[in-house]
């Protein structure tokens, strides 16, 4: 699904239906919600089973509704799933939705956008086990720059708000593994690549370049 208009910046994840002429806004869908039936024509779609919404006795429910959502064409992400481990189900309920919504996501041909609290560990291991063949994207990180590089040699994706605008993570990840994002944040996506661009000590037309590049490597877009 390629949205068409003249883009200059992707919001990669929010939850916010914001949207313009020149932004492509990636919103996204707890399981359970559905596809509004009228959008922005720049509007995609993530949907996944989030770690927070997750209970022992809702998963199978939850998966059923993901299953349903997820097969809209204009969800071209699977996810936010993955790991907290200061909230929601116990640790063994969340790797089971995990793998579950890898397994769609693997069969969809979709790429994931990650959740993860402290949840390295799981997250490490899923990707062991699944070895996606589609970018798996770590949201809203600001970790460590180790942590960061560890993730990155794995084969992760980073997409990045401004307080993981940092230099130790723009040091440690190379540039063609992110993308920027708002999520909760009020700000207008423009300013998260203004705040990149400085830290990476591009100007801002180079930063659109950059995520635009990363954006169409990932979905095999040309927008
Ligand atoms: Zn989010």
Redesign the pocket.
Known sequence: MIPVSNIRYIDF???RAVSGDDVITIM?LMAGEEVPSVFPGNTLYSAGI?PWQLTAENLARLKTELLLTAAHPHVVLIG?AGFDRLRGASSEIQYQAFIYQAEIATEMEKPM?I?CVRGWEELRRAYRQMKPERPWVI??FRGKGKLAASLADDGFWFSLGMEGITDEILGAVSNDRILL?T??SDRPVAEVYHCFAEVAGCDDDEAVSIIKGNFNNLFNYSV
Do not use: L, Q, R, S
């Open positions: 994840h929010t939850h996204n989030h936010e956008v959740h949201h809203g994002e999520d909760t």
